[in-house]
């Protein structure tokens, strides 16, 4: 049993639609910066200065998940308004959160790329100086 298929082409309409606001009316983030922090029973909500909210569930941070509400609400914003800081010298809390860290999966894609690329650049120079130091010892 064989089946041949004929190519038939169909006549295909284009539909142009009209762009009802230019790409200028669009807002696009370039930086996030803390404007407010707070917390509730299950998440730390995070207020950005453009207007974005972002909420990180508290499970994905142990230590704000198993700290009291009193300690939480102990932090600090960095001076460059990108990190939340609690020190432990004014709570029982010892950590820092940094904001890019969960504004996408982008973010923690390109840090691990970049430790990946250090590794090697590393390795790659251990092995250089190394090899180096073979030689110079051939030599002496």
Not at 54 to 68: F, K, M
Not at 86 to 112: F, M, Q, T
């Amino acid at each position: 049993m064989s089946t041949r298929g004929e190519q038939v082409e169909e006549p295909y309409q284009v539909k142009r639609y009209k762009i009802q606001y230019p790409i200028s009316a669009y807002t696009f983030p370039e930086e996030a910066r803390i404007q407010q922090v707070r917390f509730d029973d299950k998440y730390l909500h995070v207020e950005l200065t453009d207007g974005r909210v972002l909420s990180v569930p508290l499970s994905w941070i142990p230590t704000l998940y198993h700290a009291a509400p009193e300690e939480r609400a102990r932090y600090e914003i960095s001076r460059q308004r990108t990190m939340i800081i609690w020190n432990p010298d004014k709570c029982s809390i010892n950590d820092e959160v940094r904001i890019a860290d969960y504004l996408g999966p982008s973010n923690g894609a390109n840090r691990l790329t970049e430790h990946k690329t250090r590794e090697r650049r590393q390795t790659y120079t251990t092995r250089r100086r190394r090899a180096r130091g073979k030689t110079i010892a051939a030599r002496r």
